[in-house]
Nanobody, 118 residues
Framework: QVQLVESGGGLVQAGGSLRLSCAAS????????MGWYRQAPGKQRELVGT???????NYADSVKGRFTISRDNAKNTVYLQMDSLKPDDTAVYYC????????????WGRGTQVTVSS
């Protein structure tokens, strides 16, 4: 069983920055990809961005240019650096891991709250 633990959420003012961490229970290279998702109250969970095993990143248009995904394999950790935060970024942010083999296995953390005030 894979365990993912998010941390780093908090309350910041618009225009501020925050860095989220996702600590995995095993090497992040055991996953085909990892990603960040978010869910605001009353809205569906949406993709924020992903990073593949090879290091390729992709981002939702809403965060492109403001958010950056990086990783530290020695710490089994993936990061989400969030800059120029907007009130619309307010949501619970979730870490996801994906393993593709004979099937697709997704694991999720429990989330960390990010609140951006105006």
């Amino acid at each position: 069983q894979v365990q993912l633990v998010e941390s780093g959420g908090g309350l910041v003012q618009a225009g501020g920055s925050l860095r989220l961490s996702c600590a995995a229970s095993r090497s992040i290279f055991s996953f085909n990809a990892m990603g960040w998702y978010r869910q605001a109250p009353g809205k569906q969970r949406e993709l924020v961005g992903t990073i593949t095993r090879s290091g390729t990143t992709n981002y939702a248009d809403s965060v492109k240019g403001r958010f950056t995904i990086s990783r530290d394999n020695a710490k089994n950790t993936v990061y989400l650096q969030m800059d120029s935060l907007k009130p619309d970024d307010t949501a619970v942010y979730y870490c996801n891991s994906r393993t593709i083999g004979f099937g697709i296995d997704d694991y999720w953390g429990r989330g960390t709250q990010v609140t951006v005030s105006s």
